[in-house]
């Protein structure tokens, strides 16, 4: 449970009445745990994981990207709401996590949609330059890597796209001015910048770990 910003109790509640129990979902964080042990923390929480399929249906998404994908979980739950004939392009660099991810796409049905481009993000984005624009993204990657995947995405996003980022609150020490450590900063200022630019709108859930979403003007 990842709602760390709620008591306990609430938390449990709001996730007992947002996501429901998901056979394949269930599985694939169970077989990450198994595998990976502590690493599998890295996966996003099934409240985010409902929350990623809605916007991809309220958004009728036909072109999305994922940056991050680990063992599959947040790209299961954006390739299940695309729109009829949506793509979904997955950005990793590790091909053995993602080696439990493209099992997982078969198993949902969805590997016929995903596609999965191996290696450090930020050379493999810059493909998308001069493509179809992208409707809708998720970053959910090495943090130091987040002011340019930003950049990037915003260079292809579609006005009305939006960027949905994890993190941002990473676990509420961005807003203790004591907490001085790299990756604090890192998200600080990537917050900062992201509240700045007049190209988008934001606003920052406190789902899980702090997640923002941002919309293209
Ligand atoms: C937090 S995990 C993603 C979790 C995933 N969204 C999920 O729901 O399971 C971060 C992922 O980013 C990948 N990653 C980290 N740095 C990267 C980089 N520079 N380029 C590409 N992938 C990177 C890691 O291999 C890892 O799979």
């Not at 001015?177 to 992201?194: A, C, G, I, K, S």
Request: charge should be negative; aromatic fraction near 6%.
């Amino acid at each position: 449970m990842k709602a760390t910003y709620l008591e306990p109790a609430v938390g449990q509640y709001l996730l007992a009445h947002t996501a429901r129990p998901d056979e394949l979902l269930d599985a694939l964080a169970l077989e990450t745990r198994e595998l990976m042990g502590e690493r599998a923390n890295m996966q996003i929480a099934p409240d985010q994981g409902r929350f990623l399929t809605m916007i991809a249906q309220i958004s009728a998404a036909r072109n999305a990207v994922e940056v991050g994908t680990f063992t599959g979980y947040s790209s299961v739950c954006l390739a299940r709401g695309l729109a009829p004939g949506g793509r979904l392009t997955c950005f990793d660099a590790s091909e053995e996590w993602t080696a439990v991810a493209r099992r997982y796409w078969e198993k949902a049905g969805v590997a016929d949609r995903v596609e999965l481009r191996l290696g450090p993000a930020e050379a493999r984005l810059r493909e998308l330059t001069g493509g179809p624009p992208v409707d809708l993204a998720f970053i959910d990657a090495d943090k130091p890597g987040y002011p340019v995947y930003y950049e990037i995405l915003m260079s292809v996003l579609a006005p009305g796209g939006v960027i949905l980022v994890d993190n941002t609150l990473w676990s509420g020490r961005v807003a203790h001015p004591n907490e001085r450590d790299e990756t604090t900063q890192v998200m600080r200022e990537f917050n900062d910048l992201v509240m700045a630019d007049p190209r988008s709108t934001s606003i920052m859930l406190p789902m899980a770990d702090g997640l923002t979403m941002i919309r293209k003007h």
